[in-house]
Structures are given as structure tokens and as C-alpha cells.
């Protein structure tokens, strides 16, 4: 089976970096994409950041200028450099991997990672 898992989480002052990184392991032929989403105390999960097999990248308007998503295909790895942190960042973290496929049995998994934590004190 596929299974994320998310590092780089922690604890980090107002106008702070942190990188986080997520690996994917299994029996996987290709991820089409990769993308972080983030759920602070009482809100919704949300969208920060998603990334496509050519490079291809979004991001929430909140983190637009201040977070970088990168990938590592042939390491099945998503990056999420986070700059400038804020005190609103704070949240859980977690990686995506949509439209994974998948050999013996060939078919397409969407997995989640565990998630990991980050907060910023101002």
C-alpha cells in the first residue's frame, strides 16, 4: 500500500521559516499531484499549496508570496518552504497525493499523510 509521511513540523517565532517535507513509499508508478492542506483549531481544512508531475503549482491567496511547494519525483517527495511566518499559520499540516498509480493492482489511490503540526508565536 502507499503511505505519506509528513516531517518538519514545530514550533517557530513570527516571521520565521520552516520546510516541510513529505515522502510517499508503496508500490507507486506515478503521483499526479501533490498538495499540502492545513486545519487550525475550530476551521475547516483548507487548500495552503498543490503542485502537478510538471511543475505546475497553485497556492491559497494567504500564503501566495510567503510559501514555495516543490516536488522530487523521482523520490516521491513534496516540499513546502514556508516563509514569513505568522501566528494565523498555525495549524495542522498535512500532505495530499491525488490521482497515485498504483502496479499489482494497477489502479488509482488518493492517500492522506498523518499530519503534523506547526505553530508560530508572535
Known amino acids: 500500500q502507499v503511505q505519506l509521511v509528513e516531517s518538519g513540523g514545530g514550533l517557530v517565532q513570527a516571521g520565521g521559516s520552516l520546510t516541510l517535507s513529505c515522502v510517499a513509499s508503496g508500490n507507486i508508478l506515478s503521483i499526479n499531484v501533490l498538495g499540502w492542506y492545513r486545519q487550525a483549531p475550530g476551521k475547516e481544512r483548507e487548500l495552503v499549496a498543490a503542485?502537478?508531475?510538471?511543475?505546475?503549482?497553485n497556492y491559497a491567496a494567504s500564503v501566495k508570496g510567503r510559501f514555495t511547494i516543490s516536488r522530487d519525483n523521482a523520490k516521491n517527495t513534496v516540499y513546502l518552504q514556508m516563509n514569513s511566518l505568522k501566528p494565523e499559520d498555525t495549524a495542522v499540516y498535512y500532505c495530499?497525493?491525488?490521482?497515485?498509480?498504483?502496479?499489482?493492482?494497477?489502479?488509482?489511490?488518493?492517500?492522506w499523510g498523518q499530519g503534523i503540526r506547526v505553530t508560530v508565536s508572535s
Open positions: 503542485i502537478t508531475t510538471d511543475s505546475s503549482a
Open positions: 495530499n497525493a491525488d490521482r497515485i498509480l498504483t502496479y499489482n493492482p494497477r489502479r488509482y489511490l488518493e492517500v
